[in-house]
T-cell receptor, first 115, second 110 residues
Framework: EADIYQTPRYLVIGTGKKITLECSQTMGHDKMYWYQQDPGMELHLIHYSYGVNSTEKGDLSSESTVSRIRTEHFPLTLESARPSHTSQYLC??????????????FGPGTRLLVL | QKEVEQDPGPLSVPEGAIVSLNCTYSNSAFQYFMWYRQYSRKGPELLMYTYSSGNKEDGRFTAQVDKSSKYISLFIRDSQPSDSATYLCAMTYNTDKLIFGTGTRLQVFP
């Protein structure tokens, strides 16, 4: 079973607050990802990292930022939360697959509600 | 136009039925085709993947890819209430960036 953890699982917060969503994995994977998932919509990649000190923006524009100081840790930060940031945020990691495909393992997600 | 189209459902079937879930796509460069299962309040988990065209079977699950029609399917035989979840198709051409469908919500009733 994949060991990838996200905290908090649920967060209700007021507009303007700074928040950090935590993601940790114990599989030693180099690659990590953040996705945003809204009801009835596809997962959209918002950030990814290929290793320590590597971060890139994904296909969906996001006001969030990420950091990768340790291999196992990939936190996502919103400096000033707004209601438009209300969504589910999913973290994933991947490593070498047997047939080149790098299976992405997902965490349980953080449901964020900004009031 | 979205790169991957998937009927959101919901699809409601009786226990024991054969379920067919489908996605269409527009990018002929896609090489890997995946099916993820997502239970409520959980993250997606990889069910199975197929490289290029053909079929792949794993227990009650069969994945099919028809690249000529740009169409992929997941069949679930002898469906169980525990199969009730959202099924997401995903595909990629570079093994790294996945493009997901919206997911089809499946409910199997006893």
């Amino acid at each position: 079973e994949a060991d990838i953890y996200q905290t908090p699982r649920y967060l209700v917060i007021g507009t303007g607050k700074k928040i950090t969503l935590e993601c940790s994995q114990t599989m030693g994977h180099d690659k990590m990802y953040w996705y945003q998932q809204d009801p009835g919509m596809e997962l959209h990649l918002i950030h990814y990292s290929y290793g320590v000190n590597s971060t890139e923006k994904g296909d969906l524009s996001s006001e969030s930022t990420v950091s990768r100081i340790r291999t196992e840790h990939f936190p996502l930060t919103l400096e000033s939360a707004r209601p438009s940031h209300t969504s589910q945020y999913l973290c994933a990691s991947s490593g070498e697959g047997v047939f080149v495909l790098e299976t992405q393992y997902f965490g349980p997600g953080t449901r964020l509600l900004v009031l | 136009q979205k790169e991957v189209e998937q009927d959101p459902g919901p699809l409601s079937v009786p226990e024991g039925a054969i379920v067919s879930l489908n996605c269409t796509y527009s990018n002929s460069a896609f090489q890997y085709f995946m099916w993820y299962r997502q239970y409520s309040r959980k993250g997606p988990e990889l069910l199975m993947y197929t490289y290029s065209s053909g079929n792949k079977e794993d227990g009650r699950f069969t994945a099919q890819v028809d690249k000529s029609s740009k169409y992929i399917s997941l069949f679930i035989r002898d469906s169980q209430p525990s199969d009730s979840a959202t099924y997401l198709c995903a595909m990629t051409y570079n093994t790294d960036k996945l493009i997901f469908g919206t997911g089809t919500r499946l409910q199997v009733f006893p």
